[in-house]
């Protein structure tokens, strides 16, 4: 398997009035094509600081993060925003979906923003394959919890991401729909080749993927 994403030695720093906060400390890591990863630890220990970098959302200290052969640490909010868009797919805990859009027009959305034609019937496919066919024309105020998680992955991969980042994704959910939503994430990743960086509390959860990486105190141990 080939390489998609390494971080090369990564530090993070959080300035407060006072002084410095170092959350990443020094990580190094690769994640290949086709890989399932799943980043555990205790709260506060870096996790989501860490998915946050990898998203282009934080830009480290010092470092470089390496995404399909280009560094990109250094580069423009523009240009970062330009790749989250076409390879980069981000689930949350919160779901993030628009209240007065239906779930088929949170999802389409994303298709039209990037000029994708026949934007509604892919979207359309892809919630149906997703187990929400009768659920299209709901506005998530009308949708259970498990159901907006899943309008809020179909969003997160309807562009065919070759990333997809997960922070504690079924974390709001029961134990019932945390596992449809793990197991539509592992499929899809699977059947796309798409690569899964989950961070996630769940040790039973975490070993169903390829890799476990623990992280402690902003570091790898």
């Known amino acids: 398997m080939s390489d998609l994403l390494e971080l090369q030695d990564i530090h993070l720093n959080y300035k407060t009035e006072s002084t410095a906060v170092e959350v990443i400390r020094g990580v190094s890591l690769k994640i290949n094509s086709n890989e399932s990863v799943a980043i555990v630890g205790k709260s506060g220990s870096g996790k989501t600081s860490l998915i946050m970098l990898i998203a282009g959302l934080e830009c480290p200290n010092s470092g470089k993060i390496i995404f399909e052969g280009e560094d990109i640490s250094q580069y423009s909010e523009d240009r970062l925003a330009d790749i989250r868009k076409r390879k980069i797919g981000i689930v949350f805990q919160s779901f993030y979906l628009i209240p007065n859009y239906t779930a088929l027009e949170n999802v389409s959305l994303v298709l039209e923003i990037n000029k994708v034609a026949d934007a509604k019937k892919k979207s359309m496919e892809l919630l149906e394959q997703l187990g929400l066919k009768d659920r299209i024309n709901h506005f998530p105020s009308q949708l259970s919890g498990g159901e907006q998680q899943r309008v809020a992955i179909a969003r997160s991969i309807v562009l065919n991401p070759k990333l997809i980042l997960a922070d504690e994704p079924s974390g709001n959910l ?48």
């Open 174 to 221: 029961d134990s019932e729909n945390s596992k449809l939503i793990m197991s539509l994430l592992f499929k899809y990743c699977k059947q796309n080749g798409s690569s899964l960086v989950l961070v996630t509390h769940d040790q039973m959860l975490a070993k169903e993927c390829d890799r476990i990486i623990e992280i402690k105190d902003g570091k790898i141990i």
